[in-house]
């Protein structure tokens, strides 16, 4: 009967693969259209990136090149892996799993009836490669030992031969549970894959005193507690994983006692007390009930694992790029507060300096006048007093000195700048601002045009008295006369080109220290805000189009096993709103309600926490409630005091105000990576905290 019904089970098996396969090539096909998508808007974020002037190649838009070559890679290894599951499709797989001389090779000994050549001798490595078997129409796979020493080659193969089988056996011994072990456990429920563990109790048989050998084993495999306890001590090492172990099953066997017990002039008493059957019986009645779910769920994870550790990912490095469009942002803030000061104190210095100018021409032509109202070399004269006031050098000077305060400010921004990133762990070129000095006023302000300003204020004055002025008139006002006369004359002159010096200052201080030195540098953080809080967007929006996908091999994964469960004919879209961690926890949003008996037997065939919030379908609300609910029960009372959804306004493409949405966590929230993966998955939104803006 058992024989008969593992065969139809199995049969059914073929039929499920089939549907397996197509429902994840499907997935497959819509994600890669997402990646032509995800190609050409980078290569559109290139372009931009590339018209910004002062900024070099920015390792964060290199890691945006760097997501879509993982999601290509992606694409490739989803592509390859349904390939081989094609292949193999016709038999149930089943991958024998322990670390080195932990028994593996004995087991497959035991299940197909070997002669032992293939047992190790004590303290070496048996399995070196991947090998096949076949028992009761399964196909069973004996990798490499894990853990070994200088077996990191052999992990590798064992872990790549797991992500095709449908069912894992994990085998452990009973002298101590090890971390490293634990380590490969976690890697295997990261797959997603359904284990079911086995316990080897070690006890050396001395079958030349049979008597005592089968006494002393009976012994010690009725000793249930101590077994137990060595197996909750493993399961413990779950955390330290963020995994849940509690539930883990096993069954205790003596693998030694069960091969010699098994051979063909054998010993049934010896193989009766190494429990062996039970753990037949253990391995047939999962397959029996649960195949035909666990083929689909083979083909499923192939697609949702890598899927959503992508998400993942681009969820993490559009963190990385808002926190870069931020860093700028603020020094943009910082910038503009800067520029405003500059600009007041450079018109109050500037005005002052122009009154003092003016303040000392004023004095000097009344001097000038009162010296030379009768010298017919006026003229001349004047133009050297005015040479000797230096007035091109002080101009020059002045404007040197706004140009250093500018470069100051430029160098002191981008080294701040350079260090919070560092500090920030932003991923990103802190090289990337140029930060070069501005334009050489004094080889500027000392063109021909200038000098022409300054020195043709020295034309030659018209002078002399003459006989008949000195008959009709007083010499004391004929000399008050030329005096006003030659003050008139020189204001005339030096009026126009204290005036236009003032003009030449204040368009090479705007063009050549504000516009090159300063707004230059403002324009290249603004455009950096821009074009990373685009980017950022970007990477989010292939977060939603990757997550529908995700979303719906999810839903159909439910939909599988709520059929395998109780039969019960659901749709798919019942399930679409949904959240889980490959191999961890599944959270649902549903309108449908389940007995809590189903939902223990949906955990146990998912090998997942499961969590089920019911909608009310008579409330357009529904879904929102439920969300802020389960965000609350992962974050705590700070979901609704301190964290939650938030956003930043920036410009888009167009100069239109946009919104990038994120999650923001307080830093009084604890850092736990299932927490922040499940929100980012339940919201698809990166996350930010406190410290980040």
């Known amino acids: 009967m058992r024989e008969q019904e593992l065969a139809e089970a199995l049969k059914a098996c073929q039929e499920y693969a089939e549907l397996g396969y197509d429902f994840a090539n499907d997935r497959y096909q819509e994600i890669h259209k997402t990646l032509k998508k995800a190609r050409k808007q980078l290569k559109e974020t290139n372009r931009r990136q590339s018209e910004i002037d002062r900024i070099a190649n920015s390792l ?152 005592m050998a089968l006494h002393d084993l009976e012994k010690k495999m009725n000793d249930t507690a101590r077994i137990d306890e060595i197996c909750d001590q493993f399961r413990a090492f779950g955390p330290r994983y963020h995994q849940d172990w509690s539930k883990l ?202 000098v022409g300003v300054i020195t043709g204020i020295g034309l030659p004055i018209v002078v002399g008295l003459g006989i008949l002025s000195w008959l009709s008139d007083s010499k004391e006002k004929k000399i008050r006369e030329a005096k006003e006369k030659m003050r008139n004359d020189l204001h005339k002159r030096m009026d126009p080109a204290i005036d236009g010096i003032e003009k030449q200052m204040i368009d090479i201080f705007n063009d050549e220290i504000l516009r090159n030195g300063v707004d230059g540098f403002d324009q290249t953080l603004g455009d950096m805000d821009k074009m990373f809080f685009q980017l950022a967007d970007a990477q989010v929006s292939f977060v939603d189009e990757l997550m529908a996908e995700l979303r719906f091999s999810n839903a159909m994964l439910w939909y599988m096993a709520r059929g395998a469960v109780d039969g019960t004919d659901t749709k798919i879209t019942d399930y679409i709103e949904n959240v889980r961690l490959v191999g961890q926890s599944y959270t649902l949003f549903t309108p449908q309600k389940m007995p809590v008996e189903t939902l223990r037997h949906i955990e146990a065939l998912l090998g997942e926490e499961v969590q089920v919030y019911v909608l009310n379908p008579r409330d357009e609300n529904a879904s929102g409630k439920q969300r802020r609910r389960f965000a609350k029960k992962m974050v705590g009372e700070d979901w609704t005091a ?52």
Request: net charge negative.
């Open 60 to 211: 964060v838009v290199a890691r945006a090149q760097e997501n879509v070559e993982e999601l290509q890679r992606m694409d490739r290894e989803i592509q390859d892996d349904l390939n081989e599951l094609l292949e193999r499709q016709k038999e149930f797989s089943v991958v024998v799993f322990g670390r080195t001389m932990a028994g593996k090779s004995t087991l497959m000994e035991i299940l197909t009836h070997g002669d032992g050549s293939s047992r190790g001798k004590g303290g070496q490595r048996t399995t070196r490669d991947v090998r096949d078997y076949h028992w009761k129409g399964m196909k069973v796979t004996d990798v490499p030992g894990i853990c070994s020493f200088d077996g990191r080659e052999d992990d590798e193969l064992a872990m790549q031969a797991a992500k095709t089988a449908d069912l894992v056996l994990f085998l452990i011994t009973d002298d101590a549970p090890q971390d490293s072990e634990a380590e490969k456990l976690a890697e295997l429920k990261r797959l997603g894959k359904n284990v079911l563990g086995i316990i080897n109790v070690k006890l050396g048989l001395n079958m030349n005193r049979r008597k």
């Open 249 to 450: 099953p096993f069954v205790a066997t003596h693998l030694e006692a069960a091969y010699l017990g098994n051979r063909e002039q054998g010993d049934p008493e010896l193989y009766a007390l190494s429990n062996f059957d039970a753990v037949e019986e253990y391995i047939l009645d999962k397959v029996q009930n649960d195949a035909c779910f666990l083929r689909v769920k083979t083909f499923i994870d192939n697609v949702s694992r890598p899927l959503s550790e992508q998400v993942a990912q681009l969820l993490d490095d559009a963190s990385d790029t808002a926190r870069a469009a931020l860093r700028y942002r603020y020094k943009w803030n910082d910038l503009e507060e800067w520029r405003k000061q500059f600009l007041d104190e450079s018109i109050e210095m500037h005005h002052n300096f122009i009154q003092r100018l003016r303040e000392e021409i004023d004095d000097a032509i009344i001097e000038f006048a009162e010296e030379n109202y009768d010298n017919e070399d006026a003229g001349e004269d004047w133009n050297e007093l005015v040479a000797s006031m230096e007035i091109k050098r002080r101009c020059q000077a002045w404007l040197k000195e706004r140009s250093e305060v500018c470069n100051r400010k430029r160098r002191e921004l981008a080294d701040e700048f350079a260090t919070e990133v560092r500090f920030q762990g932003v991923k990103m070129n802190v090289g990337a601002l140029e930060t070069g000095d501005t334009t050489d006023f004094g080889a500027l302000f000392g063109g021909a045009a200038a």
């Open 642 to 693: 301190g964290s939650g959804i938030s956003s930043f306004e920036y410009y888009g493409r167009d100069e239109e105000d946009l919104e990038f949405q994120f999650i923001s966590l307080s830093d009084a929230v604890e850092e736990h990576p299932n927490m922040e993966r499940s929100l980012q998955q339940m919201f698809s939104l990166p996350i930010l905290r406190d410290d980040d803006y």
